[in-house]
């Protein structure tokens, strides 16, 4: 089966071209490169340097292709309040583009990546996937929008589809050609900026007065490896005119200072820190309930936050 990846020269869609081609999937790219990079394509796989904005794009690389992992799209909250009419276009519009594509050349399999940024602030913790949805930033907001085009696109058009919600993925994947990571410019996510912290440039703790027992953020951290084994099992599990919603991270919870503890014991020395204003828009505490995907994807994440640090450390050397 030939696979679409959108998004497939960043760091999660970039291990989910490395992983299904290990499983024997041919592949297909489509990737403007604005955040990707074009040295991450494997020889022979098919790769279109384009938009989700320009449907002939769009064609082109859909063609010869069975099914859609779409993970293109814009992923930074904060970037999000800044530019809210960008996130809209690419993310919302891109999406549109694609969906409308898929329906010209008949393809009607799609596995979308969306975020634990839908449910905003929990009211319950852990969230289910049937958790109100009050995104507090653009970026969720985004992400909510494409999920109920892609519930429409399922009901009108009979799109076996779903869209699982990532909490927060960290990790690598070496792959024979070298370490697949987080290669961001600048870095946001915490795992690599702990792991980057020097005396001179200490990384910030964002908040240390928040209600969590140590005061720092608590979150849920997924190893990459295992959110594309998930995204394997749910294109599996695919079914015509469904639309399933899957909660995708380990079910535990992390506070900033117990990541920055696993941390130190990985570099074997205490990390610098400094402590710095509460981020805009960071929830206090963001844990997944996972037993659907468990459950209905027979997927059970078994890498824990310790091969997530040391996983980061080895891609960064
Ligand atoms: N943090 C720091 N210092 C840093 C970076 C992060 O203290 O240098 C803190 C943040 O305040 C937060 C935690 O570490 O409490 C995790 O922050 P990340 O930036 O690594 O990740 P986020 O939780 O903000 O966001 C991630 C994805 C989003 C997604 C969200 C859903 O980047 O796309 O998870 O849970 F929406």
């Not at 279109?48 to 690389?61: H, K, R």
Request: with cysteine.
């Amino acid at each position: 089966m030939r696979v679409l990846v959108t998004g497939g020269t960043g760091y999660i869609g970039s291990t989910a071209v490395d992983t299904l081609l290990t499983q024997g999937f041919e592949i297909s790219i489509l990737d403007d490169c604005s955040t990707g990079h074009a040295d991450s394509v494997p020889a022979g796989v098919s790769f279109t340097q384009g938009s989700l904005l320009n449907p002939v794009d769009i064609a082109n690389a859909l063609t010869g292709c069975e099914a859609v992992m779409h993970f293109a799209g814009k992923s930074l909250v904060g970037e999000s309040v800044q530019k809210p009419d960008l996130y809209h276009s690419v993310n919302v519009d891109g999406t549109r583009n694609l969906l409308d594509q898929m329906h010209n050349a008949g393809i009607a399999q799609l596995v979308f990546s969306s975020s634990a940024a839908t449910y905003g602030e929990p009211l319950e913790t852990p969230i289910k996937e049937n958790a109100p949805t009050k995104p507090t930033n653009p970026y969720g907001a985004t992400k909510l929008a494409i999920d109920q085009m892609i519930s429409a696109e399922a009901a009108s058009r009979g799109i076996a589809a779903a869209s699982l919600r990532y909490f927060n993925v960290a990790g690598a994947l070496k792959s024979a050609r070298g370490w697949l990571a987080e290669r961001h410019n600048p870095e946001t996510h915490l795992i690599p900026n702990v792991l980057r912290s020097t005396p001179e440039n200490p990384v910030k703790i964002f908040g240390t007065d928040w209600p969590t027992p140590d005061g720092t953020c608590i979150r849920d951290y997924v190893h990459v490896i295992d959110l594309i084994d998930a995204h394997i099992k749910a294109l599996h599990a695919l079914k015509p005119g469904n639309h399933d919603i899957y909660n995708l991270g380990s079910g535990d919870g992390y506070s900033v200072k117990e990541v920055i503890a696993a941390a130190s014991t990985a570099v074997g020395f205490e990390i610098p820190t400094t402590a710095a204003p509460r981020r805009d828009g960071d929830p206090a505490v963001l844990i997944a309930d996972i037993n659907k995907a468990k459950r209905a994807l027979d997927w059970i994440p078994t890498r824990g936050i310790e091969l997530m640090v040391a996983d980061t450390l080895a891609s960064l050397k």
